[in-house]
């Protein structure tokens, strides 16, 4: 162990030394691989005597593909044998946090952007190091060896050393002032077609997600929450469940109960058994017609400026020949991850191990360290792959009711797995909202433009450090990409008991809608073209202007009749990458049907392409969802939606055909949410193309019926 030690202390300190937020990163904690191993190792990088390269992904793997970006990065500045590469996931630890946030979080498209400089440092630092191991033991100069996929070249004929039979002497290297760089700097793997690292046990089922985890011992359990959100219990028959074959108790839990059983569908059965009945709460006569009318009451209100108002602000609608005003309403969203809400822990002689898929592993230990009164030392996480995220895997309510379930069965492993009814009724929701815009127009200009949206908070609840005087999670992308002369957005926070969380793509679903839906109403409201009305407001923005100008271009805009028609849209979310889309709509059958989804999109500098078009289209998918059938209803206090039947998704029948082009410059950006906000406004603008109705409020079909 003490030829790591080294490695530990200065190797990926080196690796970091240039990056921004480096300083987060710890190099004295034990270091990432097996006990014992006297390879070169360090938090994100291990080469083991065996020739294997194991890479730490710091970020969860929740579908996204994320960590083959990193062994892409890797591979490139190591100049690694890709066979040679697998990927495991981070522990808790601080040397695993995002330097954005400044905790272990997975979110906001950031995984590859903040960590790219640090993957890159640490391959091009390990390869340096095996060098020099090399030219030692050969006693030649480091300047004449050379590396080739996962070989290090020395200048005889012969001299020729795996990576895995130089990494015990490379860890005992000081660590380098400077880098070897690779004489060619040609990727050999970023610019390639690279099968996912964690495609195959995906497909071949080896893959573990805490919803099929087994372990010796180990007990199910389910549970069954109050309709009404913080509603309380009041009487149950849990004493003829206890009597029922394979129950071994029922827990309660903070406004629930479970049922613990030798198998998960016996514990689910007995809940229906088990009859709850719940107490009256002050929200049971809380329904959708109610928390709207709170929305506009809100609107009246001043609200506070979400942004630094530009020239006039609202001042300028005073100049104006004309002001057009509209409302643009969306409804509460749930998440329906693939995988469940699903997690599984056991609570033993003053420690605790949990299993799953987390998003913020950090905040779910700190979570059961202080439901159990332990030091965050004592609570250990075991990660896995998980079965979608999009936010919801930052909260902890699965892990501590899991945990609270644990401790009623010491030393017992307890598996948790929700209902699908369980995951869409007890979701934290997109939150719903209204905004209001109103543009102040001259000729077949728009000199001003004001934007007030009345929502629910996020940031309180789950960050509230990062909290402003705004919200800047559920206004995201208000600002827009267009140079308006005048501009002013405000926000007016408006809770209602609907508990609201991340959703991929959160406040851009909301303010790119009214925006895009907006921009084209008023152009067609004093005579301009919608494409040209855009060009004009984007004159000094040309990253912009270059992907609204290349939609255009290969969608064949405005389209050629034949009972279809287009619409359009742009935006560029913080911290995702700039997007336009076009969608193309007809009446099939007297049915809607979105049939072609042109993408121009710039994430700034591409790792994996086919993972950012992946990533681009399945977005779409998940704004297309969201924008035809997405609504989340409330009625007597509780959602009524509760599984798939009643909460649609698009499948694979009603998927349009995808144009994706994806545009290079600039810095790193994400791309898992940019592909989704633009698609409600650009399959409405088409709607109103081909029909002649404005959608206003999503989602579209119950609109358009």
Not at 301 to 308: D, F, K, L, S
Not at 428 to 440: K, N, Q, V
Not at 483 to 494: H, L
Request: hydrophobic share 45%; glycine share 10%; charged share 20%.
């Amino acid at each position: 162990m003490s030829a790591l030690a080294p490695s530990r202390r200065g190797f990926l300190g080196a690796a970091l030394a240039a990056i921004p937020g480096a300083y987060l990163l710890s190099f004295t904690t034990p270091a990432v691989g097996k006990a014992g191993s006297d390879g070169l190792a360090t938090h994100f990088l291990q080469i083991t005597p065996a020739d294997e390269i194991i890479l730490t992904s710091p970020v969860a793997e929740i579908g996204q593909g994320t960590s083959t970006a990193y062994a892409m990065l890797v591979g490139d500045a190591l100049d690694a044998e890709w066979g040679r590469i697998r990927i495991e996931l981070a522990p808790v630890g601080e040397e695993y946090n995002n330097p954005r946030f400044f905790s272990q979080l997975t979110g906001s498209s950031t995984g590859t952007s903040s960590f790219h400089q640090a993957f890159t440092k640490a391959g091009a630092t390990a390869r340096t190091m095996l060098i020099q191991a090399a030219a030692r033991r050969w006693r030649v100069d480091p300047a004449a060896v050379t590396t080739d996929n996962g070989v290090v070249i020395g200048p005889q004929a012969g001299q020729r050393l795996r990576y895995g039979q130089l990494a015990a002497t490379a860890a005992r290297l000081p660590e380098p002032k400077a880098l070897i760089e690779r004489t060619d700097t040609r990727p050999r793997y970023a610019t390639k077609r690279m099968i996912r690292l964690d495609l195959p046990q995906k497909v071949d089922g080896s893959a573990q997600f805490a919803i099929d985890l087994r372990m010796p011992g180990m007990l199910s359990a389910a549970v069954v929450t109050a309709p009404v959100f913080g509603g309380a219990l009041a009487s149950d028959r849990r004493a003829e469940v206890l009597k029922m074959p394979g129950v071994l108790g029922v827990v309660d839990l903070p406004g629930g109960l479970a049922v613990v059983a030798d198998r998960w569908w016996t514990a689910r059965r007995a809940l229906e058994t088990l009859a709850p009945v719940w107490a009256a709460t002050p929200h049971d006569k809380a329904d959708d017609a109610a928390i709207r009318a709170q929305f506009e009451r809100a609107l009246a209100t001043p609200g506070v400026v979400a942004e630094e108002v530009r020239g006039k602000g609202m001042a300028g609608l005073h100049d104006a020949e004309k002001v057009i005003t509209q409302r643009y309403a969306v409804p509460y969203l749930a998440h329906t991850t693939m995988e469940p809400m699903a997690c599984v822990a056991m609570v033993q002689g003053g420690t605790c191990d949990f299993w799953m898929g987390s998003q913020q592993p950090q905040k779910a230990r700190d979570t059961i360290a202080a439901l159990l009164g332990l030091p965050k030392e004592a609570v250990t996480y075991h990660p896995l792959i998980a079965g979608g995220g999009f936010g919801r895997r930052q909260e902890t309510d699965v892990v501590e009711q899991t945990v609270r379930i644990a401790r009623a069965f010491p030393g017992r492993p307890i598996k948790l797995i929700w209902t699908r009814e369980e995951d869409v009724r007890h979701d934290f929701y997109r939150p719903a909202g209204i905004s209001e815009l109103s543009a102040g127009v001259r000729g077949r200009s728009i000199e001003t433009y004001v934007h007030k949206q009345a929502t629910p908070s996020i940031l309180p609840r789950m960050y509230p450090a990062a909290m402003k005087t705004y919200d800047e999670v559920v206004t995201d992308a208000i600002q827009s990409p267009y140079g308006f002369a005048n501009r002013e957005t405000r926000w007016v926070r408006s809770e209602t008991h609907v508990p609201t969380g991340m959703w991929r793509s959160v406040g851009a679903s909301h303010t790119v809608f009214a925006i895009e839906s907006f921009v084209d109403e008023v152009a067609h409201e004093i005579g301009a073209d919608p494409v040209e009305i855009r060009r004009g407001l984007l004159r000094n923005a040309p990253r912009e202007l270059a992907a609204l100008n290349r939609v255009v271009e290969i969608s064949g805009w405005p389209g050629k009749g034949g009972g279809s028609a287009m619409g359009l849209a742009i935006s560029h979310k913080r911290d995702d990458c700039l997007t336009a889309q076009v969608a193309q709509v007809a009446i099939r059958d007297g049915r809607l049907a979105v049939e072609q989804l042109w993408t121009v999109s710039n994430p700034g500098k591409v790792i994996n392409r086919d993972a950012v078009v992946a990533q681009l289209e399945g977005a779409a998918i998940w704004g297309l969802t969201a924008a035809l059938y997405g609504r989340v209803t409330i009625a007597d206090g509780a959602v009524q939606e509760s599984n798939f039947h009643d909460y649609r998704m698009v499948r694979l029948a009603d998927a349009p055909i995808f144009h994706t082009e994806v545009q290079e410059s600039g810095e790193m950006e994400g791309v898992g949410e940019g592909g989704a906000p633009n698609v409600a406004p650009a399959v409405c603008n088409a709607i109103f193309r081909l029909t002649g109705k404005r959608i206003r409020t999503l989602p579209i079909l119950e609109q358009f019926a």
